[in-house]
């Protein structure tokens, strides 16, 4: 099992921690261990940590950061994203950033585009749609960023890719 953060926005009690959704569990999946820092280990984004056993979990588990512990990414806890969406399998982490407000889609910057993939952007805009008004849907590829929207994808050039066709 890889990294897990709390949240918001999911199913989580007050003062508890958050829930992971009915049959989901990391299983081989360790993309939080790329994808996401680790401030504790000064690890950096989108870099393998060196004591993840790819595919398998982490090496020092009982001594993993708080970090690390206290991690569940938007996968583990959305009932209604599919295996397809897991992590490791369309190459980005959902993190529930609650004193920001903000959902961060982090993409895994050897795969720069597959937050681009019409189930990816379509489950993004989703959220874009029905989440809270003071929340906000962002994409980080690296220090990159494009912020999603019910109706498009702006990038911070201020570029707008529309949205509305896709279903
Ligand atoms: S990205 Fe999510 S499913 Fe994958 S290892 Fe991390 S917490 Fe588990
Ligand atoms: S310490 Fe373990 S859980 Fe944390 S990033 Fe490294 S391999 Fe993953």
């Known amino acids: 099992m890889g990294r897990m953060q709390s949240s918001a926005q999911t199913e989580t009690a007050a003062n508890s921690a958050p829930r992971v959704a009915a049959g989901k ?5 360790t993309a939080c261990c790329k994808i996401t820092g680790v401030q504790a280990l000064q690890k950096p984004h989108g870099v393998w940590c060196s004591h993840c056993a790819i595919g398998h979990g982490c090496k020092i588990y009982p001594q993993r950061p708080d970090e690390c512990r206290d991690f569940y990414c938007g996968w583990l806890l959305n009932s209604h994203m599919g295996p397809e969406l897991r992590p490791d399998r369309c190459h980005v982490v959902l993190i529930w950033v609650d004193d920001k407000r903000v959902l961060i889609a982090a993409c895994d910057p ?3 585009d597959a937050w681009r993939a019409p189930n990816v952007l379509g489950m993004l805009r989703q959220f874009a749609i029905r989440m809270a008004a003071d929340w906000k849907v962002v994409v980080m590829v690296g220090t990159r960023k494009w912020l999603v929207t019910e109706r498009a994808v702006l990038s911070e050039a201020g570029d707008a890719m529309p949205l509305v066709d896709l279903r």
């Open 25 to 29: 569990s990391c299983g081989t999946c």
């Open 110 to 112: 050897d795969h720069p």
